[in-house]
Structures are given as C-alpha cells and as structure tokens.
C-alpha cells in the first residue's frame, strides 16, 4: 500500500456568505463564490502549498461547490503534477431551506442547544449525516491507497465542518472532542503527517471554544491535535 506522506486538507476561502448571510435568500449554497479577500487567502495558501509540494505529483479531491472550486483554481497548481477529481461527499453539510431569516435564524440556536452533530436541519442535514459520507469518503480514500503508484500527496479542498469530521473519523475522536472544536478559518490548512512509526499526526490543532464534556463511559477525554481554549468564539458555521 502507497500511503502518502501527507494528506493536506484546506477550507475555503472567504465566501460572500461568509460576509453576508443574506445572500442565502436569492442563491443557493452551492452557487456562492468566493470574495476579493477570499481570492487573495486562497493565492496565498496556494504559494504555500507548492512550495511544499514542490515537484512531487498530487492527488486532489475537491468539493463540487464554487467557493470550493475557485479556492482550487487560484492555488495555481502545476497542472501536470496533479490529478483533480470533483468529489460530492466533500460537499457542504445541507442546510435546507435558507428563504425565512427568522426560521434559519430559531433552527441555528435549537441547533447550538441541541448539539452540532446530532441537529438535523428541517429539510437538511445533521453533522451525524456529514461524518457518514465523510466516512464513505474515507473508505475510498484508503482503497485508493492501494495503487502502487499513488502520488505521496493527497490535497482535499472542502468546508471547515467537513475538516473537523474527516479528521473525528481518522483519528476517532468522541463526538464530545467534536462539538468542543472551532472550525479553522478561511484557506487555513490542517495537514496529517505520515510519521517513521507508520501513524499519521496533525501539524496543527484544531483550536477549542471550550472544555469537552466527560462521560463516564469514555472517561477522560483526549484530542490529539487539538489546540487551546479560544472562549468567547462560536464553533463556525462554514457559510
């Protein structure tokens, strides 16, 4: 089996939902593209990424989305080193029917009451539905592995809640270490490293807005790769 030596993951840049939650009511999430701030973290993450991709070759799995798309497009990878596949399970979570303020804006506080990953949206997803194709997505990833001549990196352009679950599920995280995560920022980059003991790390961790919750069953919680309490700050919606 090929594994990669890193598998980098990156959130998109600044979309205009991100500036403007009202936009949801004239275009649908997947139509919302990326910002003049946005395009420029984007080019910036990009430099950085070849700088340490440099010559090697790279897999690329990118969510279908356009603010997805366009944080791809202005890294400005060697075209003749990557191998780009559009991949659906990457997608945002779905938040169903964006048209009524008032109702999204009632759903998003049963939802911080209720919990991030078990909340389903009415006519949506719960972040439970978003780690189960994320899951799938991890599957395939792995068989993919099995290519003897897999390129040594894997670049996946997704959401911010997206990154939090793919990495809850690699390294099994509780749903309690889950919900205790921010969601990193716009073209921020999280990267597993593939260590000499066969295992991979996270290079960065995920920063915390508070303490996760113990239960008895699973005692004490640990989250490798999780950074400092960042009080005050919400878990990140990725819009």
């Known amino acids: 089996m090929a594994r990669p030596r890193r598998i980098v993951l990156v959130r998109h840049g600044e979309s205009t939902g991100n500036v403007d939650d009202t936009v949801y009511e004239r275009e649908p999430d997947h139509a919302l593209g990326l910002t003049g701030r946005g395009r420029k973290q984007a080019e910036a993450t990009g ?30 990878l060697d075209p ?24 999204v804006r009632l759903q998003k506080a049963y939802r911080d009451a209720y919990g991030h990953f078990f909340y389903r949206f009415a006519q949506g997803e719960s972040g439970a539905d978003v780690y189960d194709r994320v899951g799938g997505f991890l599957e395939s990833l792995f068989r993919s592995f099995e ?34 995560l921010s969601n990193p920022g716009n073209a ?14 996270l290079d960065k961790p995920f920063e915390r807005w508070r303490e996760p919750e113990r239960y008895p069953i699973t005692g004490q919680t640990e989250c490798t790769g999780v950074g400092e309490n960042r009080m005050g700050e919400l878990r990140g919606d990725d819009h």
Not at 189 to 201: D, T
């Open 188 to 201: 921020e980059v999280r990267m597993l490293v593939l260590g000499e003991n066969g295992k991979y790390a």
């Open 47 to 76: 430099e950085r990424l070849r700088d340490l991709f440099g010559q090697e070759r790279v897999s690329v799995y990118v969510s279908p989305y356009r603010r997805t798309l366009e944080t791809l497009h202005a890294f400005h």
């Open 80 to 103: 003749d080193l990557i191998r780009v596949r559009e991949e659906p399970r990457l997608r945002e979570q779905d938040w169903g029917n964006w048209q009524d303020r008032e109702d």
């Open 147 to 180: 290519a003897p001549d897999h390129p040594p990196n894997v670049l996946i352009v997704t959401h911010g809640l997206a990154m939090r679950l793919f990495c809850m599920r690699w390294f099994h995280w509780t749903v309690a270490e889950f919900e205790s």
